[in-house]
């Protein structure tokens, strides 16, 4: 019953399509046991990082990090940078009536997280975030001993 959950065996796609596919349990297995095959063979970046698209760019001087987060406001988004690892997160919840007779209510929820490792000889004291159209952007300078030196390379 569990032989799709092993995550040492080797299966073909024939392997993973065992089902009546006017079965929705079965389909529904059949789903599961290939996301959990394409975990155990390291493919799901795609899916624990969906949502929220996040880009790094590391240019001479710094490293610049621009993330996906609409629908927050700037002082509800918290950036750290702390042994490392920089983290951006942001969290809101909203409630509201819909009418004067209490009868309506709509509530939301947002949150938003990320964390990723910095490289050393980041100048902490200069990094910048800012927040427009719901997209985070965080510059983190390079010091002088972290910025790329082209070495000449000599004939002989």
Known sequence: MFKNLIPWKSQSESDLMEFDPKNELAQFRANFDRMLNSMWRGELDDVWNSGW????QDTENEIVVRAEAPGF?????DVRLSAGRLVMQ????TERETSGNGKGHISSYGKFYRAMSVPAGIEADKIEASYKNGVLEVHLP???DAKSKRIAVQAK
């Open 142 to 144: 390079k010091c002088e």
């Open 90 to 93: 942001a969290e809101h919840k």
């Open 53 to 56: 698209g996040c880009d790094v």
């Open 73 to 77: 406001e700037a002082d509800e988004i």
